[in-house]
């Protein structure tokens, strides 16, 4: 069976306030009671769905309402062998609510291509909504250790009212993992060519455990066969057998019949002398 393609990805900001004061959290862009860390995550697992309908491999660098540190996401992501690594983000531009826009972060000249790929699949998914194409740009003091294609997806502002009114929509936000979607797959065609071979491998399992479900069942079959087959047999030669020998006690001959002799008494003649 063929490895999965394995991608990561980051649902950035996330945790909760507690009692405890050394417990840290990061909402994120918090507009009224909206925060950045819940879009985050609910756009995460809209992109996780549909990648592992494409066989991929996923590890969510959070897998809830957690805070944590940027190097563990990382060390997360690195672990689980991730070749590509996607962190999602809403944007926010601080005093002027005017700014939209979508835009595609890169740390590194080597995610430049994979950068424009999701930029290019997200401005083609968000366009009937009419968001902005910002393009893509190097923001280096992002994700300063990858060593494999990555991105920061910033699809649209928070702090724009008509985007943040789009960011609450169910169809925006599956246009948004949708666009993030086919740029991965634009980027790299070995994911295509990977889900293609599990796909075969998968059949080649499905029908060899077929078979040999078959061939054990055929073998059920004869060994039941075989069994009633002797057990008919031996009833039919213990049959025989007892036939033959209620025969044979039917030929044997009869013993004579026994007649009585009858002895008459002689009597005694008495002589005179």
Known sequence: ???????????????????????????????????EKDITFDLALRLRTLLQHERVKVVLTRTGDQYVEI???????HAAG??????LHVNAYDGDPSI?????????ADSFSFAQAVDEGLAQTLKRFQVADDGVAAKPELWVRTDVPTVTVEPAYLTNPRERSLLLQ?????????????????????????????????????AQRLAAEAAAADAT???????????????????LVMRAAIRRQSRLPEPPAYRRRSYRRRRSVSRRY
């Open 1 to 35: 069976m063929p490895s999965p393609y394995v991608i990561a990805i980051d649902p950035g900001h996330g945790g909760s306030p507690t009692n405890d004061p050394t417990q840290l959290w990061d909402p994120g862009v918090v507009v009224g009671a909206i925060m």
């Open 71 to 77: 190097s563990e996401r990382w060390n997360r992501a």
């Open 82 to 87: 991730a070749r590509m690594f996607i962190s």
């Open 100 to 108: 939209n826009g979508l835009a595609v972060f890169y740390p590194k």
């Open 170 to 206: 169910d169809d925006f936000r599956t246009a948004i993992a949708t666009g993030v979607l086919q740029g991965i797959l634009a980027a790299d065609p070995e994911i295509e060519q990977t889900k293609l071979q599990l796909a075969r491998a998968e059949s080649a399992a499905t």
């Open 221 to 239: 079959r004869v060994a039941t066969a075989t069994r009633w087959g002797l057990i008919i047999g031996g009833l039919v030669v213990l049959f």
